[in-house]
C-alpha cells in the first residue's frame, strides 16, 4: 500500500543535541509537509517542499530546518532542541497545493522527547 | 486570513447515540474543507472532504458533513457512535495551506 513512513515513532534527545527526523513516501507526491503538534493543540504547519522548492512558515524557528534530497524523502533537522520543542512532529504529502490536489496524508508521527 | 473554530473542546455521548461536532471557517471564497480524526499517539486519518458539489458529503467509518455556506460551517455527524470512536477531531480549511481547528476530543460512554 502506498503510505507515508516517519522514523523513529519515538525519540529521545538530550538539550542542545542535534537531531533529526525522517520521512519516506510511496505515494509520489510533490509536496511534502512538516507540523508540530504539541498535546492538546492543533498540528502546526513548520514548512514544505514543493519539488524541490523550501517554504518556511513564517514563525518557524530558524533552530528547525529540513531536507529534501529526493522525491521519496524529507528530513526534519532541530539543531538545537530545547524542552519547547518536545512534541509530535507530523510528516504529511500531498500530489500539489491547491484544487484537489492538496488533500493531504499523513504519517504516524514522531513523538520527540527532550531531556 | 483563513480560520477554523471548533466551538466544542471536549464532547461525551453515550455508545450508539447520536453525534455532532461543529466548524467554523472564515475564509472569502468556497473553501476546501477536511475532517480528520487523531487516535492517541497517532497521525491525521481523513474521514471526508468537501470540494464542491454536494453539500453533504460521506466519509469512511459512517461519519458524514454538511457544508453550509450561509452558516459558514461543516459540521461532522454520525447516527450511532461506538467506543472505538473516541478520539480527537480536527476540522481544516485549506487554500494552498492547511489550518486546522484547535480539534474536539470525544469520549465514549459504554
Known amino acids: 500500500d502506498a503510505m507515508v513512513i516517519q522514523n523513529p515513532r519515538y525519540q529521545v534527545t538530550q538539550f542542545g543535541k542535534p537531531v533529526t527526523l525522517s520521512c519516506s513516501q510511496t505515494l509520489n507526491h510533490n509536496v511534502m509537509y512538516w507540523y508540530q503538534q504539541k498535546s492538546s493543540q492543533a498540528p502546526k504547519l513548520l514548512f514544505h517542499?514543493?519539488?524541490?522548492?523550501?517554504?518556511n512558515e513564517a514563525d518557524t524557528p530558524d533552530n528547525f530546518q529540513s531536507r529534501r534530497p529526493n522525491t521519496s524523502f524529507c528530513f526534519l533537522d532541530i539543531r538545537s532542541p530545547g524542552l519547547g520543542d518536545a512534541a509530535m512532529y507530523l510528516c504529511?504529502?500531498?500530489?500539489?497545493?491547491?484544487?484537489?490536489?492538496?488533500?493531504?496524508?499523513f504519517g504516524p508521527g514522531t513523538r520527540l522527547t527532550v531531556l | 486570513a483563513q480560520s477554523v473554530t471548533q466551538p466544542d473542546i471536549h464532547i461525551t455521548v453515550s455508545e450508539g447515540a447520536s453525534l455532532e461536532l461543529r466548524c467554523n471557517y472564515s475564509y472569502g471564497a468556497t473553501p476546501y474543507l477536511f475532517w480528520y480524526v487523531q487516535s492517541p499517539g497517532q497521525g491525521l486519518q481523513l474521514l471526508l472532504k468537501y470540494f464542491s458539489g454536494d453539500t453533504l458529503v460521506q466519509g469512511i467509518k459512517g461519519f458524514e458533513a454538511e457544508f453550509k455556506r450561509s452558516q459558514s460551517s461543516f459540521n461532522l455527524r454520525k447516527p450511532s457512535v461506538h467506543w472505538s470512536d473516541a478520539a480527537e477531531y480536527f476540522c481544516?480549511?485549506?487554500?494552498?495551506?492547511?489550518?486546522f481547528g484547535d480539534g474536539t476530543t470525544l469520549t465514549v460512554k459504554p
Open positions: 481544516a480549511v485549506d487554500e494552498g495551506k492547511s489550518t
Open positions: 517542499y514543493y519539488d524541490k522548492d523550501f517554504n
Open positions: 504529511a504529502t500531498s500530489r500539489g497545493l491547491a484544487g484537489g490536489d492538496n488533500e493531504q496524508f
